[in-house]
């Protein structure tokens, strides 16, 4: 499985990918460093898997969703958060996220999450 990171924090965005590839099953990460750039990433890689963070001002995260799903991509896509916020949520989950994690959330909670079952770390 490949997975995208798209979040603006290069702190989160670097945390998220190596937690990925700890994952068993995980093939490859990229990481995404805005909107254009993760579409491009997820549509070139086949990636079955989208972490997205819908809340940071430089990353769009609800039109990212959108485009991605408009666009044909059926990868799950995990939105996140730093607000506790349900209406935000709910947005993700209209807009086609598959899971909202709220920020900081537990890593295997994280990991359930990428790969929608049990975990195997590597």
């Known amino acids: 499985m490949r997975v995208v990171v798209a979040d603006s924090n290069p702190m ?4 998220l990918a190596a ?6 099953g995980v093939q490859a990460v990229h990481v995404a460093l805005d909107d254009v750039d993760a579409i491009y990433q997820v549509m070139s890689t ?5 972490v997205v963070d819908v ?7 609800l039109w990212l969703i959108r ?11 995990i939105s ?3 607000a506790a916020n349900d209406h935000l949520a709910g947005q993700a989950a209209q ?9 900081p959330f537990p890593l295997e ?5 990428v790969l929608s079952g049990p975990v195997r770390l590597r």
């Open 12 to 15: 989160v965005r670097e945390m």
């Open 19 to 24: 937690c990925c590839e700890l994952i068993e």
């Open 46 to 50: 086949g990636a079955g898997v989208v």
């Open 55 to 61: 809340d940071h001002p430089v990353l769009d995260g």
């Open 67 to 77: 485009s991605l799903r408009r666009a044909g991509c059926t990868a799950r896509i």
């Open 80 to 82: 996140t958060s730093s």
């Open 95 to 103: 807009a086609g996220s598959t899971v909202h994690l709220v920020k």
């Open 109 to 113: 909670e994280f990991f359930r999450a």
